[in-house]
């Protein structure tokens, strides 16, 4: 049969083993983009190609005109938007 002191120190190993447990590392994500990915970049086009810079007015115009066309829809500001300002343009 184990004495007092040998309880305690057979406890006291115990808890030294799980006090110096190290954490487990945490999984690193994976790089979206490795070394060897190439990354291509297109030039911009220069504003003089753009045509003529309409004013924010006559997009407006442009894009509720668009609007009204489609029937009205919701959501699709942005689009029609793009579209007027390219109509405008010349683009």
Do not use: C, H
């Not at 070394?35 to 442009?62: H, T």
């Amino acid at each position: 049969m184990a004495t007092k002191a040998q309880k305690t120190e057979s406890k006291n190993t115990k808890a030294k083993r799980v006090t110096t447990a190290k954490p487990k590392a945490a999984a690193r994500p994976k790089a979206a983009l490795t070394v060897s990915d190439p990354v291509v970049v297109e030039p911009a086009k220069p504003v003089a190609e753009a045509g003529p810079v309409p004013s924010n007015e006559a997009i407006a115009a442009k894009a509720y005109e668009i609007w009204v066309a489609k029937g009205r829809p919701v959501g699709q500001d942005k689009e029609n938007w793009a579209q007027a300002e390219a109509a405008l343009r010349g683009a």
